[in-house]
């Protein structure tokens, strides 16, 4: 069984096979094999998520406190490569109040009056706050891409839709993410890598059993059909867009509770580097905590503990030195 741990100290190791190194040309499926190249046991898989949950809810609290830096957490994949159960399982710890998650589909009318980024730039979370994107401003140089009369639909200017079309997109989400990223927003990009035979797997598991049924749409199959296509797409999107202000990650999706541990580190290992802190109190306000403590400590019912928690803390410490004393001893049991 491999070790993977989830510590920040061994995070940044593990997630490194998923680096996409700016400038890098990427083949797919070649350079990047979907079952992964660690096992992990399922047992194990549980353990380092749900380290991993933890690490994340504690990151997110501080992330929130300093409310300088704002999070987009950006998953792209094929149908059916787990986007949905990433989301589920690792944000199961955040609190909901610092995260969002969109949904991009096709676009509105209302949306194509308007330039392709509009609709994603509307949706940024805020600083403070972590926002998932669950298909992104790349499906504008994906989905796009493999068919052509989706451009052709776009209102653009004739000579936008033209030779370049995407080399010009790939420049203008890289500057747009770098402008963002200086003004603290973080992009964690995530490629969920499915095999095609996964992909096969799954779908037909989503036709065989009923309370899968309505994960499956008709067009799901329909899309498969261009899979050399998207897979051509995702590689150039890869090699122009791993940018060292917003790189990518290739995430082995094959095996979902891989998937879910891998996808975890990454995020954790971006709010690690963030590292938030909570806001500093000045001795002003530090000045009147005491006076309010002081009151607060007066208004005690007769019997009470004047500061009820600070008697627990004591209380606890006192309990640990004896747990301690106690294990070099005779191994009291804790009552
Ligand atoms: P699920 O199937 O798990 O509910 P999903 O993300 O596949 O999630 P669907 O409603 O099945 O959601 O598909 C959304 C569709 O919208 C996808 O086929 C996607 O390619 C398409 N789409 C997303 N963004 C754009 C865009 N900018 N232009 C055109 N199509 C887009
Ligand atoms: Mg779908």
Redesign the pocket.
Known sequence: MADVDIRPKRIAEFIEPFYVKPGRRVRLPADFDPSGTRKVSKGQAKEILAAGVDLLSEYQDRLAAQDTYGVVIVLQAM?AAG??GTIKHVMSGVNPQGVTVD?????SAEELDHD?LWRYQRELPGRGHIGIF??SHY??V???RVHPQ?LAGQKLPAKMKGRGVWQRRFREINDWERYLTDQGFVFVKLFLNLSKEEQRRRFLARIDRPEKNW?F?S??AK?RAFWDDYQKAFADMLSNTSTEWAPWWVIPADDKPFARVAAAAVIANALIQIDPKYPKVGKEQLADLQVAKQTLEGEAPDGAAPDPYEAEVEEKKAGDDGDAKGKKGKGRKKG
């Open positions: 149908d986007k949905d949904s991009f589909k096709v676009p392709y669950n298909r499906e504008e994906l989905v796009v989706i994960k749409s067009n799901d899309e």
